[in-house]
């Protein structure tokens, strides 16, 4: 039984950090709230995560992301920032759920949980700019919204079935890999193409 609740434990650790990959915000809420209302029990490290503070912090600024991350160029800042904040919030959840138990050494999980969450808010960023370009930002309020929804999913199955969390980890982390490289060669040939038909500059009236 042990080693099963060890495994479980792990599994959804990396459901969490996953989700935190996609919505760094939304899983650090759903967890916390989670814990305040009992369904949870976090443990003391992690108690804050439950406290009035952190939950109206946390909440401010999911609903701002929330938002921001659904207009053209303005998702671009965001993702930048979420290349520092999303393995931070990866780590915290990762580590959090394995210390339920301490199944794994704190740094072990903070640095599996940042590598997690990290690695699929990477994807993002690099396959955001593909989707911005082929729709002319039409498609960026759809795919934010599939990968708030599917931040959502992923927390509820890691702390309720972490099997099927973990598979869903997977695929998503293929899917990413391979809009992450239609990415990579639509940016080069793009370059390609204005290298090859470069602007020419107005003459001058004589």
């Known amino acids: 039984m042990e080693i099963t609740a060890a495994v479980a434990a792990v599994l959804g650790a990396f459901g969490l950090s996953g ?15 989670a814990d305040r209302f009992g369904w949870i029990d976090l443990g003391s490290s992690y108690g804050w995560l439950s406290s009035t503070p952190a939950l109206i912090g946390i909440g401010v600024v999911f609903l701002l992301d929330l938002v921001g991350d659904k207009i053209p160029a303005l998702d671009s800042v965001l993702h930048t920032i979420g290349l520092f904040v999303a393995p931070v919030s990866g780590a915290i959840l990762f580590t959090a759920d394995t210390s339920l138990s301490s199944h794994l050494p704190p740094a072990v999980a ?18 955001r700019p593909f989707v911005t370009g082929t729709t002319a930002g039409v498609g960026n309020p759809v795919v934010s919204t599939a ?13 309720a079935v972490p099997v099927l969390a973990f598979v869903v980890i997977l695929i998503v982390l293929i899917a990413l890999g391979w809009l992450a490289f239609r990415a990579t060669r639509w940016l080069r040939s793009k370059h390609d193409r204005q290298e090859r038909n470069p602007t020419r500059p107005a003459r001058r009236s004589q």
């Open 19 to 33: 989700a935190a990959g996609l919505n760094a915000w939304l899983p650090l809420l759903v967890v916390g709230a």
């Open 110 to 127: 903070a640095i599996l949980g940042a590598v997690t969450a990290g690695s699929i808010h990477a994807g993002r960023t690099v396959a």
């Open 147 to 159: 990968e708030d929804g599917t931040s959502l999913a992923l927390t509820i199955l890691a702390l």
